[in-house]
């Protein structure tokens, strides 16, 4: 198929927002073998075996794509169309397998290599964290490691768990940082605060060179002096942006794993987000989301309206080449 093809949302003036199979913005469903004509695709990964604590992030992606329904098609502050700028679709969920972790990695990597060879841009709901590190995997040059703009309340550069085990939702970038898939010197991790297990839990990372904004330095600097260190700090390469929503308050997202108090606000997220405009970005994902803490869907609804303001930036990005 070719990129002329267009794909639209589903006009809520023509279907209720109520009505019809929920997909990502309401857009169309597409496989991956057909993806061909898709610049942006939308994609689940409903797993959480590596969180270490308050699972249920495996039922995020199903409840986020409900909530995504409430999406329109302009960015009301940017006056970006991203369905006017770029092809994007839901490709569905992952392969995964609920009962070995190993080859849950294996799975979410060999789907996006295969989205990757499309040269679609992955746009990812998770699922816990550990999700980003096969995503890296399958997308990162390892010529030219990613920068990324993590938000977080955790650093997720842990090393091991009860002993040796190398992979949760506390390791990832730990990892993707040793496999050399992501430059810690171009990285900056937003919002980090909560208590630790052991003073030297923190280190690791600021010896490797990542920029740590712990939420102490956040409100002293306010959004807009945030972003623009982001920007500094990951510069002209590709760039990877990794939302996790207990980055956030808990006022703002009851529904997530790990929650710690004191965190940003929706709109100082969203303003963040924004600054990062122009940004060689090559993927992103939004994660932490378990439905099973907040059924009200609050929380989701965050978590999709943050994937949309990456939709807008990614999108402006296809719409310039």
Do not use: C
């Given at each position: 198929m070719s990129k002329d093809k267009k794909f639209r949302p589903v006009s809520g003036t023509v279907l209720p927002r109520f009505a019809g199979i929920p997909t990502?913005?309401?857009?169309?469903?597409?496989?991956?073998?057909?993806?061909?004509?898709?610049?942006?695709?939308?994609?689940?990964?409903?797993?959480?075996?590596?969180t270490t604590n308050r699972?249920?992030?495996?039922?995020?992606?199903?409840?986020?794509?409900?909530?995504?329904?409430?999406?329109r098609n302009v960015h009301h502050v940017t006056g970006i169309r991203p369905y006017e700028l770029a092809n994007c679709a839901d490709l569905?969920?992952?392969?995964?397998?609920?009962?070995?972790?190993?080859?849950?990695?294996?799975?979410?990597?060999?789907?996006?290599?295969?989205?990757h060879a499309k040269?679609?841009?992955?746009?990812?709901?998770?699922?816990?964290?550990?999700?980003?590190?096969?995503?890296?995997?399958?997308?990162?040059?390892?010529?030219r490691p990613l920068g990324m703009v993590h938000f977080d309340a955790h650093t997720d550069t842990w090393d091991r768990y009860f002993g040796g085990y190398e992979y949760t939702h506390g390791t990832p970038f730990r990892r993707a940082?040793?496999?050399?898939?992501?430059?810690?010197?171009?990285?900056?991790?937003?919002?980090?605060?909560?208590?630790?297990?052991?003073?030297?839990?923190?280190?690791?990372?600021?010896?490797?060179?990542?920029?740590?904004?712990?939420?102490?330095?956040?409100?002293?600097?306010g959004p807009e002096k945030v972003g623009q260190l982001a920007r500094e700090v990951v510069g002209d390469g590709p760039v990877y942006v990794s939302f996790d929503v207990d980055g956030l308050d808990p006022v703002y997202t009851p529904g997530t794993g790990t929650p710690e108090i004191g965190g940003y606000s929706t709109h100082d997220a969203q303003k963040m987000l924004r600054a990062l405009r122009g940004l060689d970005i090559v993927g992103a994902d939004v994660v932490e989301v378990s439905?099973?803490?907040?059924?009200?869907?609050?929380?989701?609804?965050?978590?999709?309206?943050?994937?949309?303001?990456?939709?807008c930036m990614m999108a402006e990005k296809v719409g310039a080449r």
């Open positions: 990502f913005m309401r857009l169309p469903h597409v496989s991956v073998d057909e993806a061909d004509p898709v610049d942006i695709g939308m994609i689940g990964v409903p797993w959480d075996g590596g699972a249920g992030a495996r039922h995020g992606p199903r409840q986020m794509r409900d909530q995504s329904t409430l999406m569905g969920d992952t392969p995964v397998n609920p009962v070995d972790l190993i080859d849950t990695l294996k799975r979410v990597e060999d789907f996006y290599k295969g989205v040269g679609v841009l992955p746009l990812t709901a998770g699922g816990d964290h550990l999700i980003t590190l096969p995503i890296m995997r399958a997308i990162a040059d390892t010529s940082i040793e496999e050399g898939l992501l430059d810690p010197k171009r990285t900056i991790q937003i919002g980090i605060r909560g208590g630790l297990y052991t003073p030297e839990d923190k280190d690791w990372g600021l010896a490797q060179g990542i920029r740590v904004v712990e939420i102490e330095e956040y409100f002293d600097l439905p099973p803490f907040d059924p009200s869907g609050a929380t989701a609804l965050v978590g999709v309206t943050m994937m949309w303001e990456l939709l």
